[in-house]
Every structure is written in structure tokens, then in C-alpha cells.
């Protein structure tokens, strides 16, 4: 080969193999240099730049997050150091201090988002569906849920509050129903004494020969005598007697708180020929309390219904409230009074139809009322003829333990309390407007509705008893105690009063025979 051919060859041999030799390099070269001034013409001193000043601020952050730990540390140590103080203080007998407050250390984490706000609470529970589940009302909640009517907010349409009813002393024999120890003996003396305007004079007659003396009659003059059937104790029965005869009437009553009537009561029963040799003529009253068999043979101060029900209801087991009363009779009303829905609609549909009934905590109201209903002159003042002498006062554990012995009673005391007070606003809402009021004679205006929540009487509040004149049920406290009247089925008698599962059954033939003492209601 020539030599210049071989030195061409050489030279071309070199060339390859340096452009082989670059290339390899420049595929080896690591990325951090890839950015140099010299491969990229001169942009990496920007990203260089970058990251450091990235890097000083993470060195700045790192700095301050240690300062404020030692910052943290220090309040730490301080706090242990006073702390520290003050217990040597207080074990040197020194006067006590207040360890020294401090704010809570600042966190660095960041606020945490608030809590959302809780559920609202679920809605009660519909009164079938509580009393299902065992539950019981209190009577606070019984009369949370009794519906209102705008005339108890003095809501009245634009002629103003609707009128009262007032006695048509032509036309309406007067009657008293005297309820026993509600002040009724010193007000039959008011309303037979008390000067009519019209000249009219009550003339007191028999309750139960009322029906047939006054049927007949068309009417009555003042200056004259008018009937009142206001001699006796007696309950709606005859009333209706007269109701179903025709006969216009127009009939008043007081009520009285059922504890208190009931103290009153049993006071007033120690002293009655009856209770002779028996052992409430000793007891006091928390005494008698704890005694199921004394309770039963002398049933009528606590009884449920002695304060208003069994008297408007007509459903009174007494005979000295009601004549001729057969056992079936007897055995019939007592089987109602345990049905708390219909003895209840009952005594307030008769209720309604009463031309007044004052309340005895309530009285010099109740008397304006009786003035503006009875057309008197002036209005009247009650005396206490029939009080008797002061007694012992009643602890707290006794009015409660009444109270649970008369639950439907206490409904029916407080239903009437909302009917006074709606009466007397609208009497006073019409004093106001001179006298002006709407024309109301059917007296719809003060039907007011009302909600019974159950019925069964025992459900009304916690504790509740329910009783017939043999058997006293308190299904809260277990007690369940049958009096053995001689004579009668006790089978049956159970079946009107049936026990419940975990009722403690106690029984006896009479109060001598009877050693018990329990403590009935808790």
C-alpha cells in the first residue's frame, strides 16, 4: 500500500476514534453537571442559587423550632420551681396561697377545625308507646303536655272576652254538690244566707226526693223561694236524675287541693263513730301511711276520687254520698274508676255543665266569680265554721306518698284550676271593657281540651297506686295488699285489681288479725 494511502487511513482511524471517545464521555457525565456553566450555557447558576437559599431557610426553620423548645423547656422548669415553693410553704405552716396561674404553653401545631354541634336530642316518646316500655308520666309532664287554648292566653276575638254564665233565677233550681272536707259546710252557709239582689231565697231540700218534687214546675218568682238542693252530701246521680227529667238547674261545687283534703280528711275520720276501735283512732298520720290494712278498712280520706272524680263522674262508693247502692252498683263504678280515660271524660263533661266551681286555694277569686254568677249585691266573704283544731304539720314524704295514692284526682284538680283562671281573666278582661263581653250561653268557650296519657291510673306518675275498696295495688313499690272481707269472692276481686309480675301479695281477714306494717309507698 502507499504510504500517503496508509496515512489517510490512520488519520481517519484517529478521528473516529476520538468523535467514539467524546460521545462515551458525554454519556457518562452525572446530571449535576449537566446543568454546569459549561454544558448549559450558563442557566445552572439560577438553579444553583435556588437551592441554596432552600436550603438556608430549612436551617433558618430548623433554629426557630428550637427556640421555642427551649423557651418551652424553661416555662416547664419554672412552673416546677414555684410549685416546688408553695409546697414548702403549705407543709411550713405558712398561710395558704394560690399556686401562681399560667397560661398553657403555645403549641406549634396548627388550630384543630371545632367540633361539629351535637345532634339534637330524639323527640319524646308518643305516650302509648312510653307507657309499652314500662314507662310512667310525672305530673309535671302530664301537664306539659296538655293542649292550650287561646282564651287561657286572653286571645279574645274582636266583641272581647266571651261572657260568663250567669243563674236564671226564673227558670234554674240551684244546687250545691257538697264534696267532703273542701269547706263545704261554711259555704252552704254563705250560699243559702248571702242576700240576692233579685230578693230570691235558696230553700234547702233533700238531694235525692229533688227529681220528683220539682217535676212539673215551670218556673220560679223572686221575691220568693227558690229550691236549692244544697242539704246533703251527694254526687252527680241525682243531678242527672234531674237532667234526664227536664228540669233546669244550675248547680255549683268546691274543690280543694286533693293532699290537702285528704290530711283533713283523715283527721276528721278519727273522730267518726265508725273508726271506733280501730287503730287510725292512734296512728299519725305516717303511721297510718305504712298500714295497707288500716288504709282499706277507712278508705275514703285517700281515696282516689274523693276529691272531685267520683263526685262529678258519679261514680261514689260511699253511702253516706250516695243512697241505695247495691254491691253489683258498687262493684260496676269501681271497675270505671279504674279506666283513668273514661272516668275522666266523664267527670269533665259534667263539669262543664256546672254554673261555678270555686277553687279553695283560690278563693276570694273564686267568691268574684260566684258574686258576678249568682247576682249578688256585693261579693260575699267565707268563714271557717267547720275548722277544726290545728294539727301537726305534714312532712314532705307524706304529701308525696298521698299524692301518688290520687293520681287521677290531681289531673282533675288541675284541669279546674285552668278553667278558674280562664274564667277570671275573661271576667276581669270584661270589667275592663266595661262590662262588655260575647254572647257564650252555651258556655263552649271554657271547654277546655285536655290529653289523658294513659288509662291506667298507675302510669300517671312514678310511684302511682290504684285501689277498689279490698285491694291496694302500688305496682312501682311491689305492693299488692288484698283485705279478706268476709263474705266476698276474692278470686274476683283480683281479677277487677289483677296483680302485676313482682308484686309482693300480703293479705288479711281484719285489722286484728292484721300484724303487717309495711311501708307502702317507699
Known amino acids: 500500500m502507499p504510504r500517503r494511502r496508509r496515512c489517510l487511513v490512520l488519520v481517519v482511524f484517529a478521528v473516529v476514534a476520538g468523535v467514539w471517545l467524546v460521545l462515551t464521555l458525554m454519556a457518562d457525565t452525572p446530571p449535576g453537571l449537566a446543568g454546569s456553566p459549561a454544558t ?24 426557630e423550632l428550637q427556640r421555642q423548645r427551649d423557651d418551652l423547656e424553661t416555662q416547664r422548669l419554672q412552673l416546677r420551681q414555684e410549685q416546688a ?56 309532664q302530664i301537664l306539659a303536655m296538655q ?21 236564671d233565677h226564673t227558670k234554674e233550681a240551684a244546687a250545691f254538690m257538697h264534696i267532703g272536707k273542701a269547706a263545704g259546710t261554711s259555704f252552704r252557709s254563705l250560699y243559702t244566707g ?35 238542693i244544697c242539704s246533703e252530701h251527694y254526687d252527680w246521680t241525682p243531678l242527672q236524675k234531674m ?66 272524680v267520683s263526685w262529678f263522674s258519679a261514680t261514689h262508693v260511699g253511702a253516706w254520698a250516695v243512697r241505695g247502692l247495691k254491691e253489683k252498683d258498687k262493684a260496676y263504678r269501681e271497675l270505671l274508676a279504674l279506666n283513668a280515660t273514661a272516668i275522666l271524660d266523664r267527670a269533665i263533661t259534667n263539669y262543664q255543665k256546672f254554673l261555678w266551681v270555686g277553687i279553695l286555694e283560690k278563693m276570694p277569686e273564686s267568691l268574684e266569680l260566684l258574686a258576678h254568677a249568682m247576682n249578688y249585691a256585693n261579693v260575699p266573704t267565707l268563714s271557717g265554721s267547720n275548722k277544726g283544731p290545728k294539727r301537726p304539720p305534714p312532712s314532705d314524704e307524706e304529701k308525696a306518698k298521698l299524692a301518688r295514692l290520687m293520681p287521677l284526682d290531681l289531673f282533675f284538680y288541675h284541669y279546674a284550676l285552668r278553667v278558674h283562671n280562664a274564667k277570671y281573666k275573661a271576667f276581669k278582661a270584661a270589667k275592663a271593657n266595661g262590662g262588655k263581653c260575647t254572647p257564650d250561653p ?45 263474705g266476698l269472692d276474692f278470686e274476683a276481686q283480683e281479677r277487677v285489681l289483677p296483680a302485676r309480675p313482682g308484686q309482693q301479695k300480703t293479705e288479711c281477714a281484719n285489722i286484728n288479725s292484721c300484724t303487717a306494717n309495711i311501708n307502702l309507698l317507699g
Open 243 to 308: 237532667e234526664d227529667a227536664g228540669i233546669p238547674f244550675a248547680p255549683v261545687a268546691v274543690q280543694r287541693h286533693p293532699v290537702s283534703r285528704a290530711i283533713s280528711h283523715f283527721y276528721f275520720a278519727r273522730k267518726l263513730p265508725f273508726t271506733a276501735g280501730m287503730k287510725i283512732r292512734k296512728q299519725t298520720l305516717g303511721q297510718y301511711l305504712r298500714d295497707p290494712q288500716s288504709m282499706l278498712e277507712t278508705r275514703d280520706p285517700w281515696q282516689d276520687g274523693q276529691n272531685g
Open 194 to 228: 248571702t242576700p240576692h239582689q233579685y230578693g230570691c231565697k235558696l230553700h234547702g231540700r233533700g238531694s235525692y226526693s229533688a227529681a220528683s218534687s220539682l217535676r212539673g214546675n215551670s218556673g220560679y218568682s223572686c221575691p220568693g223561694s227558690v229550691p236549692c
Open 85 to 140: 415553693a408553695f409546697e414548702a410553704q403549705r407543709l411550713q405552716g405558712q398561710q395558704r396561697v394560690q399556686p401562681p396561674q399560667h397560661d398553657p404553653p403555645q403549641r406549634f401545631n396548627p388550630p384543630l377545625p371545632p367540633p361539629p354541634p351535637p345532634p339534637p336530642p330524639p323527640p319524646p316518646p308518643p305516650a302509648a308507646a312510653h307507657i309499652q316500655h314500662g314507662g310512667s308520666f310525672s305530673l309535671d
Open 147 to 167: 293542649p292550650t287554648s287561646p282564651i287561657e292566653r286572653g286571645e279574645y276575638g274582636p266583641e272581647g272576652p266571651p261572657c260568663l254564665r250567669i243563674w
Open 442 to 486: 252555651e258556655n263552649k268557650a271554657f271547654r277546655l281540651p285536655y290529653k289523658v296519657p294513659s288509662h291506667d291510673p298507675t302510669t300517671f306518675m312514678p310511684g302511682a297506686c290504684a285501689s277498689t275498696r279490698f285491694v291496694l295495688s302500688c305496682p312501682d313499690t311491689g305492693i299488692y295488699h288484698h283485705w279478706r272481707y268476709p
Open 40 to 63: 448549559n450555557g450558563g442557566n445552572g447558576g439560577v438553579e444553583q442559587r435556588q437551592i441554596a437559599k432552600q436550603a438556608q431557610e430549612m436551617q433558618l426553620q430548623q433554629q
